[in-house]
């Protein structure tokens, strides 16, 4: 499975973003999606999560500015960023789990390369 995220760029604090992320492949099935970031000098961190039902999970530092959803029928999972703050800024990756003919029975995950988001103050 490749993940490929769009929708990063620069915005001021306050404003909106919405990140796409599309994946692509054959014959594979897709559980968990998410999104994760990592700031400069800071590890990767989650933001949040969805399951092919619909459970969410989102960092405590997002709940309620941001929100996550998908289109199973598309494999596309969103991130809708509102009330962005500077300490947003960072490199957004997308997540999936999957299994497929390709992982030998077992789920795996996959990662895309990230998309820049800088919130400027």
């Known amino acids: 499975v490749q993940l490929q995220a769009f929708g990063g760029g620069l915005v001021q604090a306050g404003g909106s973003l919405k990140l796409s992320c599309a994946a692509s492949g054959s014959g594979f099935r897709i559980d968990v999606m998410g999104w994760y970031r990592q700031a400069p000098g800071k590890q990767r961190a989650l933001v949040a999560t969805i399951t092919s039902g619909g459970n969410t999970n989102y960092s405590d530092s997002v709940k309620g500015r941001f929100t996550i959803s998908r289109d199973n029928s598309k494999n596309i999972v969103y991130l809708q960023m509102n009330s962005l703050k500077s300490e947003d800024t960072a490199v957004y990756y997308c997540?999936?789990?999957?299994?497929?003919?390709?992982?030998?029975?077992?789920?795996?995950?996959?990662w895309g390369r990230g998309t820049q988001v800088t919130v400027s103050s």
């Open positions: 997540q999936a789990g999957f299994i497929g003919p390709s992982t030998a029975g077992s789920w795996r995950n996959s």
